[in-house]
Nanobody, 124 residues
Framework: QVQLVESGGGLVQAGGSLRLSCATSGRTFSRSAMGWFRQTPGKEREFVATISWNGGSTYYVDSVRGRFTISRDNAKNTVFLQMNNLKPEDTAVYYC?????????????????WGQGTQVTVSS
């Protein structure tokens, strides 16, 4: 069983920064692509960023490219999302997810395991 636990969310002013962490358990982490998604009430879960199993490839949604950075530490079974220059529209619950056979993907259905989410609130 793979478990994912996010942390690092909180309340920040516009222009500020937060670093989200996702600690995982299970032996498959180092072979899994990982992704970050976000969701606001009444909306679909939105892709934010993804990273390949070895960290060699990353991809971002246009709205965060240049502001957010996804990274991973396979020795610590942890994936990170550094969020800089935050905007009020970044306010959401952020989820990390572990992919299965599909590798890096922007599609939520391609991810087998999900964390419980962490709230990020950006005030204007």
């Amino acid at each position: 069983q793979v478990q994912l636990v996010e942390s690092g969310g909180g309340l920040v002013q516009a222009g500020g920064s937060l670093r989200l962490s996702c600690a995982t358990s299970g032996r498959t982490f180092s072979r899994s692509a990982m992704g970050w998604f976000r969701q606001t009430p009444g909306k679909e879960r939105e892709f934010v960023a993804t990273i390949s199993w070895n960290g060699g490839s990353t991809y971002y949604v246009d709205s965060v490219r240049g502001r957010f950075t996804i990274s991973r530490d396979n020795a610590k079974n942890t994936v990170f999302l550094q969020m800089n220059n935050l905007k009020p529209e970044d306010t959401a619950v952020y989820y990390c997810a572990a992919s299965g056979v599909y590798g890096s993907s922007t599609t939520p259905g391609h991810y087998n395991y999900w964390g419980q989410g962490t709230q990020v609130t950006v005030s204007s």
